[in-house]
C-alpha cells in the first residue's frame, strides 16, 4: 500500500491532470491512496467567497462562486465523455451545497463558513479527476474523506479523533481496496459528528496524506511538486537555494515548524511513529530522484533559511511591576489556546513577555484584548522573521541588510530574527 499526494500546482490545467494519469498509470500494478487538493488557486478563490458572505456582500459571494462554478464545469467539458452526464450531477451537488449556506445570513464566526465553503475546492477536483481516470482506464473508488474522518469543531485548525477516523478507515476505505486498487479522496478537509465540515489548517493536504499511511501502514506517502524536491530556502525569496536530497524527520519538524512552506507542519509525526518514508517528487518529471525524509542521523547539512511574513509582536508588561510568573503565564497560555494560536518566539523578562505571531488580525486582536485584563498591551504589526537552521557566520547580517532587527534568539543550531522594514 502507497500513499500519493498531488497538490494543487499538480491539476491546475488540462495538460497536468493528464500528466498525473501518466503517473499513476506507472504505478497501474500497486495498491495506492490517492489525496488531491483544490486546483490551483481555488482555495484562494473561496476563500473570497467566504470572506464576501461574512461581510454580507451575499450578492458579490454568489458572483465569486459563480465564477468558481464555470471554472468546474469548463474543465469537465474538456475532460470528460462517457462520465460527464453523471459528473455533472455529482458536480452539481456539491454547488449546491455551499450555494444553499450563502443565500442565508452569516450568525456564526468566520472561521465555520470559511470551512463549509472552501472544502469544496478540494470535493470538485476529486469528482472531476476521478471521473477522467475513469475514462483514461485506470479504475478507481472516489470517497468524501468527511465521511472518514471526524474532527472537533476547531473550524480552521481542526484536530483529528484518531480512534473514529481509525475505525472509518478500517471500514470504508480498506473494503474499497478489494474492489479496486486505486482509492481517490481529499485532503485538508473533514467533519465533525454534527457533519459539519472542517479543515486541518492551510496545506493541510499533506497531513491527510501522512494519517491515511499510519493507518494503513503504508510502505511510503509521496508529495508530487512541481519542484524537483525539498530546497533550503524558497527559492522565491532565497536566490541561491539548493535542492537537499535527503533530510530526517527532526530536520523537517524543525523548518515546518519556524514556517517553511514545503511541508505541513504536522505531516512528519504520523509517518516518522511508524519510521514510514516520505518522498518528495516532482510531478513535471518523475524520473528526477527527489528528496526522501528517514530516520536517519544525517551530517553536513546546508543552511536552512526560512522566511515568515506578516508576523505581529505582542509586547506584554506587568501593570504593577510585579514579576511575571508561573500563573500569569499558565494564563496567557490558556488564552492562547481558546484561540487556536501558537506563539512563533517568546521573549521572556522580569516584568514584561514578548510573543511573535502569525498576525492574523481577527485572532491577534482578540488575544490582546482578553491579556489586557492580566497586563499592559501594545501590539507591533507588519514584521518579518528570519530562521537560518545551520547557520553560517555573517549569514543572518546579509540577509537582513536594509532591515531593523528588534528582536534576536540564537542556539548553536539556530538563529531567528524579527525585523521590521526600514
Not at 501518466?22 to 488557486?41: C, F, Q, Y
Not at 470572506?51 to 459563480?66: M, N, Q, S, V, W
Not at 480512534?163 to 486498487?181: G, S, Y
Amino acid at each position: 500500500m502507497r500513499v500519493f499526494k498531488f497538490g494543487g500546482a499538480s491539476v491546475n490545467s488540462i495538460e497536468r491532470i493528464r500528466n498525473m494519469a501518466a503517473i499513476l498509470k506507472n504505478h497501474s500494478s500497486e495498491k495506492i491512496l490517492v489525496i488531491v487538493s483544490a486546483m490551483g488557486k481555488t482555495t484562494n478563490a473561496l476563500e473570497k467567497v467566504a470572506e464576501a458572505f461574512h461581510a454580507g456582500r451575499k450578492d458579490d459571494a454568489l458572483t465569486l462562486f459563480g465564477q468558481v462554478k464555470t471554472h468546474h464545469q469548463e474543465m469537465a467539458k474538456y475532460l470528460l465523455v462517457r462520465n460527464a452526464l453523471s459528473t455533472e450531477k455529482q458536480l452539481l451537488n456539491t454547488f449546491t451545497e455551499v450555494e444553499w449556506l450563502l443565500h442565508d445570513k452569516p450568525v456564526r464566526e468566520y472561521d465555520y463558513y470559511y470551512d463549509q465553503i472552501v472544502c469544496a475546492g478540494e470535493l470538485l477536483s476529486t469528482q472531476l479527476i476521478s471521473a477522467f481516470l475513469d475514462e483514461s482506464g485506470i479504475w478507481n473508488t472516489w470517497i468524501d474523506v468527511r465521511d472518514v474522518f471526524r474532527t472537533d469543531n476547531h473550524f480552521r485548525e481542526a484536530n483529528i479523533d484518531w480512534d473514529i477516523t481509525l475505525q472509518q478507515v478500517k471500514d470504508t476505505v480498506l473494503p474499497a481496496f478489494r474492489q479496486k486498487d486505486l482509492v481517490i479522496t481529499q485532503g485538508f478537509i473533514g467533519a465533525t459528528s454534527e457533519n459539519e465540515s472542517t479543515t486541518l489548517g492551510r496545506e493541510g493536504s499533506d497531513y491527510t496524506a501522512a494519517i491515511f499511511a499510519n493507518m494503513l501502514d503504508a510502505s511510503d506517502q509521496t508529495i508530487w511538486k512541481d519542484v524537483e524536491g525539498v530546497m533550503n530556502g524558497d527559492p522565491k525569496l532565497v536566490s541561491d537555494a539548493v535542492i537537499i536530497r535527503e533530510l530526517n524527520y527532526d530536520e523537517v519538524i524543525e523548518m515546518a515548524f519556524y514556517g517553511a512552506q514545503v511541508i505541513h507542519p504536522k505531516t512528519i509525526k504520523p509517518l516518522q511513529n511508524k519510521n514510514i518514508p516520505l518522498f518528495v517528487k516532482c510531478f513535471l518529471d518523475p524520473q528526477l530522484p527527489g528528496t526522501i525524509i528517514h530516520n536517519r542521523v544525517l551530517h553536513d547539512l546546508p543552511p536552512m533559511i526560512v522566511w515568515k511574513l506578516n508576523q505581529a509582536l505582542i509586547h506584554l508588561h506587568s501593570r504593577d511591576f510585579s514579576f511575571v510568573g508561573e500563573r500569569p503565564l499558565a494564563s496567557l497560555y490558556e488564552i492562547f489556546a481558546a484561540h487556536n494560536m501558537r506563539p512563533n518566539l517568546i521573549q521572556t523578562g522580569a516584568v514584561s513577555l514578548q510573543f511573535c505571531v502569525d498576525d492574523r488580525p481577527d485572532k491577534t486582536d482578540r488575544f490582546a484584548h482578553d491579556a489586557s485584563g492580566l497586563f499592559d498591551v501594545n501590539i507591533e504589526k507588519g514584521l518579518i522573521m528570519l530562521t537560518v537552521r545551520h547557520y553560517r557566520e555573517g549569514m543572518v547580517e546579509k540577509l537582513a541588510a536594509g532591515r531593523k532587527i528588534i528582536l534576536r534568539q540564537q542556539t548553536p543550531e539556530t538563529i531567528q530574527v524579527l525585523m521590521k522594514v526600514e
